[in-house]
């Protein structure tokens, strides 16, 4: 797959919301650089407290309105490389730079140069203002989910036809989402549809990205290509979580779920 698209890899792929934080090229968080904790461990067991945002070369954050904080749509990617920041700032405006020490020539203070092909990937002034405005709830918003988070898992305890979060000890999970994977994969379509029928959002996240249509067609990828992301997904549902539940509700989920698998 390298070769197929240019780029070298390191490690892991992109982080999806279930698993810990891994060092790759460009990793997909969930969760604001600001308020995002974790830890990394190195060969001497040394554990150094860090922020998702600055684990990889490039970290990708949504802020889709199903997270942790929102701007309605849209995103941001933390890098500490000045090589990559001007490319992506490149990239957002349409391969368009206006640095002096990039134009090939000057004429005159409106002059700007396209250099490489990009879109318009601004987000608005009024997305930021709400993000902004966000930002400052975040911590509040993160513990909320991790207290649900907690009780999701004192309430799953002990049950053996499905297994809750799991959070690492290097890593402090900010529950974007509940992800629990059933012991019989084969029921999980009728769990999901009996738990969408009595009104609760499940969702399952995420379907292996090598499985889409897009990537079998232009990279070949091929189900058995990632084993352990298929068996992952064929056995996950995501339950809700959101700051505003409370603790009953936590229950109201599991009980329900108790009924339906
Ligand atoms: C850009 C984007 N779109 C949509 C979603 C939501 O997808 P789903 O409806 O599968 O939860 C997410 C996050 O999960 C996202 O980051």
């Known amino acids: 797959m390298n070769q197929k698209i240019g780029h070298k890899l390191s490690g892991p792929g992109p982080m999806g919301p279930a698993g810990p934080p891994r060092k790759s090229v460009t990793m997909i968080a969930d969760i604001g650089a600001a308020i ?9 067991m040394v554990v150094i407290p860090c922020s998702v945002g600055t684990l990889a070369d490039m970290t990708c954050f949504s802020f889709h309105p199903v997270k942790h904080i929102t701007t309605g749509e849209g995103g941001l990617v933390t890098t500490d490389d000045d090589a990559l920041a001007s490319k992506l700032r490149m990239f957002r405006t349409h391969g368009i730079t206006k640095d002096p020490t990039a134009l090939t020539r000057d004429e005159g203070p ?3 140069e396209q250099h490489v092909l990009g879109f318009n990937y601004r987000i608005t002034d009024f997305q930021c203002a709400l993000g902004s405005s966000q930002l400052k709830r975040a911590g509040a918003f993160v513990r909320a989910r991790r207290a649900l988070a907690a009780a999701y898992g004192r309430a ?15 890593a402090r999970h900010s529950y974007h989402l509940y992800p629990i994977r059933l012991a019989q994969p084969r029921r999980r379509r009728a769990v999901f549809e009996g738990l969408r029928a009595r009104g609760f959002g499940v969702q399952v996240h995420y379907i292996p990205v090598h499985l889409q249509p897009y990537y ?6 091929r189900p058995g290509m990632c084993p352990r992301a ?7 549902i995501s339950l809700p979580v959101f700051p505003q539940m409370k603790p009953a ?6 009980a329900a779920l108790r009924e339906e698998v």
């Open 230 to 236: 298929e068996a992952f997904y064929a056995a996950e």
């Open 110 to 112: 409106w002059y700007y």
């Open 216 to 221: 079998r067609r232009v990279l070949g990828t």
């Open 249 to 254: 509700d936590v229950r109201r989920v599991v």
């Open 36 to 44: 995002a904790s974790c830890s990394f461990r190195t060969a001497g």
């Open 156 to 170: 799953l305890e002990g049950w053996e036809d499905v297994t809750g979060a799991v959070e690492r000890p290097w």
